[in-house]
């Protein structure tokens, strides 16, 4: 069976400092990895994908992720954090044709 | 990405009515529909998956008599919360997925109050 686990339910950073949100997953075969963040009562934005092309993926509004399978994991990082990157971030893993299984999510607040 | 809508945004109803929840894919065809729903400070739950002109297919503990969910064309389905309770409130999401694709798209959610 999948899992996902996010390590850090709160994230807090300045604005301007990097940002790391952790999330490793488990997997017995090739997964996909997702990232979406939700902004407060929205649905989910699709961030960036990973499906078995290459492991650093870049995505939307300056993030990425990189998949390491050595070490089961899909960071997500963004150089510089902005006060609009403030949101609930979830990590997602699939096998191809199933649902999507989801990591309890991260709330990233940003201070000025 | 895609475009998803729900329909509507808000409802409070009182308890022992029935709410229709609608979801459309606006630029693709959804062959996959999953709905979920959302708790407040939780992560998302899974509550049953649909095939276009199939029928759904819902996650343990889930009762399918409840929620009511057809999907009977590739742009369109819907939610029925049958008979709510205050129990039932909660954000419901839809996440349409095309034939063959990997991803899954997520409507704006529906925010349900029950009194």
């Known amino acids: 069976a999948q899992s996902v686990t996010q390590l850090g339910s709160h994230v807090s950073v300045s604005e301007g400092a990097l940002v790391l949100l952790r999330c490793n997953y488990s997997?017995?075969?090739?997964?996909?990895l997702f990232w979406y963040v939700q902004y407060p009562n929205q649905g989910l934005q699709l961030l960036l994908k990973?499906?078995?092309?290459?492991?650093l993926v870049k995505g939307i509004n300056g993030f990425e992720a990189e998949f390491k399978k050595s070490e089961t994991s899909f960071h997500l990082t963004k150089p510089s954090a902005h006060m609009s990157d403030a949101a609930e971030y979830f990590c997602a893993v699939s096998q191809p044709g199933n649902k999507l299984v989801f990591g309890a999510g991260t709330i990233l607040r940003v201070k000025s | 990405g895609a475009v998803v809508s729900q329909h509507p945004s808000w409802v409070i109803c009182k308890s022992g009515t029935s709410v229709k929840i609608e979801c459309r894919s606006l630029?693709?065809?959804?062959?996959?529909m999953f709905w979920y729903r959302q708790f407040p400070k939780q992560s998302l739950m899974l509550m049953a998956t649909?095939?276009?002109?199939?029928?759904?297919?819902?996650e343990q503990g889930v009762e399918k008599d409840k929620f009511l969910i057809n999907h009977a064309s590739l742009t369109l389905s819907t939610l029925t919360v049958t008979s709510a309770h205050p129990e039932d409130s909660s954000f419901y999401i839809c996440s349409p997925r095309g034939g063959g694709e990997e991803t899954q798209y997520f409507g704006p959610g529906t925010r349900l109050l029950v009194l």
């Open positions: 649909s095939n276009e002109g199939s029928k759904a297919t819902y």
């Open positions: 630029d693709f065809q959804a062959t996959t």
């Open positions: 997997s017995s075969v090739p997964p996909y």
């Open positions: 990973y499906t078995s092309a290459a492991t």
